[in-house]
């Protein structure tokens, strides 16, 4: 699996991560692809909490505890999508257990299942819930499916942003 940043540009003049123009020193973003796939994920993460928590205090009484569920199953889609490495899923590696590559592409189905589940579910909140009975204020409804499309934004990001070295 190649990642997001394989293909990234700058401008016209550059292809492939090789800038002719100067503005982007490639060695530097290679060298931290990892680091800032990471710290990129793990702030989108936490921001899309952030504003669930702020959604719980601000308006707490006003809608369904229910809720809460979409975001804590995109936070467990998001540990098991980025619990496989990519090595793993390719069959490159050694996979000990019953079913082996098998039960780890399962497993990575599941993850992404429970992610778009909740994508789903937030959405689901947002429109049918607030925006189509018109209900307000409405920023739970906002508030929710921002939180977890930023958790899916973080679980896509750290999959695929990040490079495995062959150590």
Same mark, same amino acid.
């Given at each position: ?18 800038? +002719? /123009? %100067?503005?982007?020193? =490639?060695?530097? $973003? ?7 796939? #990471?710290? @990129? ?27 809460? +569920? /979409? %975001?804590?199953?995109? =936070?467990?889609? $998001? ?7 990519? #090595?793993? @899923? ?78």
């Amino acid at each position: 699996m190649s990642g997001c940043l394989d293909n990234a540009q700058c401008g016209d003049c550059c292809s492939n991560l090789s800038c +002719t /123009c %100067g503005l982007i020193d =490639t060695d530097w $973003l290679s060298e931290r692809r990892n680091a800032i796939s #990471s710290i @990129l994920a793990g702030s989108l993460f936490a921001v899309g909490w952030w504003i669930a928590i702020d959604v719980g205090a601000v308006d707490s009484g006003k809608f369904n505890k229910a809720y809460w +569920t /979409c %975001g804590v199953f995109g =936070t467990l889609g $998001l540990m098991m999508v980025n619990a496989v490495s990519n #090595s793993q @899923l390719r069959s490159d590696a050694y996979v000990p257990g019953a079913l082996g590559t098998a039960g780890t592409r399962i497993w990575m189905v599941i993850g992404f299942l429970c992610s778009f589940g909740a994508l789903i579910g937030a959405s689901f909140i947002l429109f049918g819930e607030y925006v189509y009975q018109k209900k307000h204020p409405s920023y739970p409804g906002t508030g929710f499916f921002m939180q977890n499309l930023l958790i899916f934004m973080a679980t896509i990001i750290f999959k695929f942003g990040r490079a495995e070295d062959a150590y």
